[in-house]
Structure formats: C-alpha cells, structure tokens
C-alpha cells in the first residue's frame, strides 16, 4: 500500500506557505486501510474517507496517483507527493501555479461536484493575486445555466461563504460568482446588485455589488462583521427603479432578505440574527453621533445583548468610513452602569420601561 500527500498542502508548500491541512491517499481499498490501521474509522461519506489521528485518507480514484489527479478540482491542487519524495502533477499544474491562474483540472470538474464553484470563488478571495481562467469561468457559468447548482446541499455552500468570509480578501467571493453569473439560486438577494446604483453619485460612484464588495473587503479579520457587511445593503436590490438612484427604506426591506438568504444557507443563528440587525439598523450606526439618546439606548444594548456589539461598528466604519466604536463604547459603559432601586424592581414591563428612562437620563447628561 502506497500513501501520497496531495492538495493544498504540497501547493502551499510549495509556496513557502506552512500547510493548514494534510490529505492523503492510498492505493488499495479502505478495508485494507482499517486492517493496517486498526484505530482508523470511515468518515461516513460515499467516497470512503478515513479518519486517522485527525487526518483525512482517501483511496486513489481511478487506477493510478495520476488519473487521481485529473478528479481535482484545480490544476493547482492537483498535485501529489509519494514517499520518496517524487512529485506528480497535471500538464498545467505548475505552470497555472508560477503564472497564478485558477484553473479547472479536467473538462469533468464542475460535472463530478458543483460545489466547485463556490470552491473557485473562495479559492480566489483566499489567492488574491490569482486570476481565474476564462474558461474556468464560462464552465462555471454553463453549469449555473444548466441549473446544476440548485440540488447542492445548504451547508456545504454556507460553508465556502464562512471560509471565503475568513480569507485576505473576502469581496472577491461576490466578484467571482457574479462575474460566472453564478449568484442564483444560494445568493439571489445579490444576483442584481451589479446593475442598480449604490445611491445618488455624491454619495456613491459604485453599483450596489461593487460597493458590498469593497465594505466587506474594507472590515477587519471578523466573520460577524464580514457577513454583515455582506448584508447590510441587500434591500437595494429590491429598490422600485421609479426612485433610483436613492433607497429609501431599504433597511426594512432588507432585514427580511437578509434572514432569507441565512435561512437559506442553514447558517448559525447568531449570523442570520446578525446579518438582519445589519441591514436595519446600519444607518443609524453611520449617524451615531446625531442620534437622540433614546435611539442609543435601544441600539447598542440591543447589540450589546446579542453579541454584536464591536462587530456592528466595524461594518459601520467599513461601509461609512466613520469609527464610533470607542464612543459607543463609553455610552455603553455608561447604560450597564445605571440600575434601578430596589423598589421598582420586579414589577414586569413597568421596571423595563423605568429602566429605559432611567438610561437615556444618564447618557443625555453624562455622555
């Protein structure tokens, strides 16, 4: 039995990059694997992954290391290195890999798993300075066509959108599948963003997707912040052309969209619940300042009970270029800071609503 490391460990090692992950494989059956190596367990999966010492083996698709190969899903993952340290590669492998070109690794790649254009678009927010092929993408585009991509399961496409939203720059993930026209059926709320305006032209010089793109690739290393980035400005798709270039409610309107598009690809409800205070409440954070102190009140604890809290305001500053976060801070420190006295306590809604004003009394004299 014969083992080779392959995938994006030998690519990033070739890279000068220390690999996040190993994957193996093995000539011979997965029985023949479990017999030699009595503590490994099946995965649960068709394809007759093994788990061993939290490393995933595989057995060789088809009948050689090369044939293998051809069942990647890029050139530059197609790459495997047996135990005497030689190399196998496709023909374009290492040439895709020096000129940083995403490319297919066969004419079956997108047939074998459609998955694999979510894969390239996260590939590519993961490699900036990688390009991907024209043809690469207009197969993406054939299979969106073909409607190919509508059976794949939610948790799987979720989860190249939580990987894309952790790479060096997320936006390209938006970029790419739009560019394949491959936004239906999992990111409809999007699908049009790139031919409606993002506001009047003093305010915004970009369409709607551009300008998503550019605020999620503008937050800071959060996925929270990132997805709401993504979200925030979803109702402008669903903008009446009567009033453009302006988007006047489309925090309502995307607050639903948001909880739509979280729903639809089973994400956690702490990032559905995110992404729809994102969009309704995103422009009161960029007004911060100017908002009366019950305003306040309501927002950031709001955020604040939620968990959102520093990731509200890193969208904020994302999307308007305004950091309120360290005042927020302090007005929020401020709202724990206030209780009340014992005797108004325990008396239902009424102890709420004292509370309340009770909070904005203080942040209006002492912020």
Not at 181 to 203: D, R, V
Not at 280 to 307: E, F
Request: proline share 4%; aromatic share 8%; glycine share 6%.
């Amino acid at each position: 039995m014969k083992f080779y490391l392959v995938g994006g460990a030998v690519r990033d090692m070739l890279l000068g990059i220390s690999p996040k992950e190993y994957d193996f494989v093995f000539s011979g059956t997965v029985n023949q694997f479990i017999s030699c190596n009595p503590t490994a367990r099946k995965a649960g999966n068709d394809f007759g992954i093994c788990i061993l010492h939290g490393i995933e083996y595989a057995p060789i698709r088809g009948a050689t290391i090369e044939e293998d190969l051809t069942f990647r899903d890029l050139t530059i993952n197609a790459f495997a290195l047996d135990e005497e340290a030689r190399l196998y590669t496709l023909p374009q492998t290492l040439h895709d890999l020096q000129n940083k070109i995403l490319r297919h690794a066969s004419e079956n790649t997108f047939l074998q798993d459609p998955l694999r254009v979510f894969r390239v678009a996260r590939f590519a927010a993961e490699l900036p300075d990688f390009s991907v092929h024209s043809e690469t993408v207009d197969m993406m585009r054939h299979v969106a066509a073909e409607g190919l991509l509508d059976n794949l399961t939610p948790e799987r496409v979720g989860a190249e959108l939580i990987k894309a939203l952790q790479s060096p720059v997320p936006g390209r993930f938006l970029e790419v599948l739009n560019g394949a026209a491959c936004l239906n059926p999992w990111f409809t709320e999007l699908s049009k963003m790139s031919l409606i305006p993002a506001g009047p032209i003093q305010y915004h010089s970009e369409d709607c997707l551009a300008h998503t793109v550019n605020t999620v690739n503008r937050c800071r290393s959060d996925v929270t912040a990132r997805y709401m980035a993504l979200c925030h400005d979803l109702g402008k798709q669903e903008t009446s052309e009567k009033v453009l270039p302006r988007h006047i409610g489309h925090e309502k309107r995307g607050e639903s969209l948001a909880e739509c598009l979280g729903r639809r690809l089973k994400l956690s409800t702490h990032l559905i619940r995110a992404g729809a205070v994102a969009a309704r409440q995103h422009m009161k954070g960029a007004q911060y300042p100017t908002l009366r102190a019950g305003t306040k009140v309501d927002l950031i604890y709001s955020l604040h009970k939620q968990q959102i809290f520093e990731a509200f305001f890193m969208m904020v500053e994302a999307d308007s270029g305004n950091n309120y976060l360290l005042q927020a801070q302090a007005d929020l420190e401020i709202l724990l800071s206030v209780s009340l006295p014992p005797d108004q306590q325990n008396l239902g809604e009424e102890s709420g609503r004292k509370l309340r004003e009770l909070r904005c009394m203080a942040l209006s004299t002492l912020s």
